[in-house]
Nanobody
Framework: QVRLVESGGDLVQPGGSLRLSCATS????????IGWFRQAPGRAREGVSC????????YYIDSVKGRFTMWRDNAKNTAYLQMDNLKPEDTAVYFC?????????????????????WGQGTQVTVSS
């Protein structure tokens, strides 16, 4: 049974940092593209980042470049999203997702409909 469980969301002040984790089970993580998406109230879901170990490729949307870093530990079947210099506009529910997909811009920044499995999400709130 495939499972993805996110954790690490919290309330943080602007300029602060958080590290999100996505623990996976039921499949071999290195066979999949893994992505992080977020959805803020009243807004569409958006792709934040994705990584393919097979292609050694990472992608980030412009608004998080230089602030967010994604990596994965295949031995632990866990993916991480380090978020630094957080801004109020980063406030959202963050989801991890996986799919047997190529790491293209359209897939990594799209609506996520092509991914196969999703976690339940973790809330990130950036506020003073």
């Amino acid at each position: 049974q495939v499972r993805l469980v996110e954790s690490g969301g919290d309330l943080v002040q602007p300029g602060g940092s958080l590290r999100l984790s996505c623990a996976t089970s039921g499949f071999t993580l290195d066979d999949y593209l893994i992505g992080w998406f977020r959805q803020a109230p009243g807004r569409a879901r958006e792709g934040v980042s994705c990584r393919s170990e097979k292609d050694d490729t990472s992608y980030y949307i412009d608004s998080v470049k230089g602030r967010f870093t994604m990596w994965r530990d295949n031995a632990k079947n866990t993916a991480y999203l380090q978020m630094d210099n957080l801004k109020p506009e980063d406030t959202a529910v963050y989801f991890c997702t996986v799919g047997r997909l190529p790491p293209t811009d359209s897939i990594c920044s799209g609506d996520g409909s092509q991914y196969e499995y999703w976690g339940q999400g973790t809330q990130v709130t950036v506020s003073s």
